[in-house]
């Protein structure tokens, strides 16, 4: 059974840093990609960033261009999001999801195991 589980979420305040865990259980994911998803409330759920199985990055939400990072250690089968200088709009459910292609998508169709997600608020 393919399990996924973030953790990191919380209460931050606007310019601190969170880092998002994502491991993964019943997978392992030295040939899949993984992406970072979030849903702010009343919002549909977008694509932030991505990993690819190589270990290449692609940041898809605009908004997080030059604040997010996304790591792997493929090792302890989990991915990282740092996301650095957070601002109160980056408040959201983040989500972590894979698939079995070693290549990065946004597409949220395409990747079909999901994490239940982990709270980030910011907030002063």
């Known amino acids: 059974q393919v399990q996924l589980v973030e953790s990191g979420g919380g209460l931050a305040q606007p310019g601190g840093s969170l880092r998002l865990s994502c491991v993964a259980s019943?997978?392992?994911?030295?040939?899949?990609?993984i992406g970072w998803f979030r849903q702010a409330p009343g919002k549909e759920r977008e694509a932030v960033s991505c990993?690819?199985?190589?270990?290449?990055?692609?940041d898809f939400a605009g908004s997080v261009l030059g604040r997010a990072t996304v790591s792997r250690d493929n090792s302890k089968n989990t991915v990282y999001l740092q996301l650095n200088r957070v601002k109160p709009e980056d408040t959201a459910i983040y989500y972590c999801?894979?698939?079995?292609?070693?290549?990065?998508?946004?597409?949220?169709?395409?990747?079909?195991?999901w994490g239940q997600g982990t709270q980030v608020t910011v907030s002063s």
């Open positions: 019943g997978i392992s994911l030295d040939s899949y990609s």
């Open positions: 999801a894979t698939r079995q292609d070693p290549l990065c998508t946004s597409r949220i169709r395409d990747f079909y195991y």
């Open positions: 990993i690819s199985s190589g270990g290449y990055v692609t």
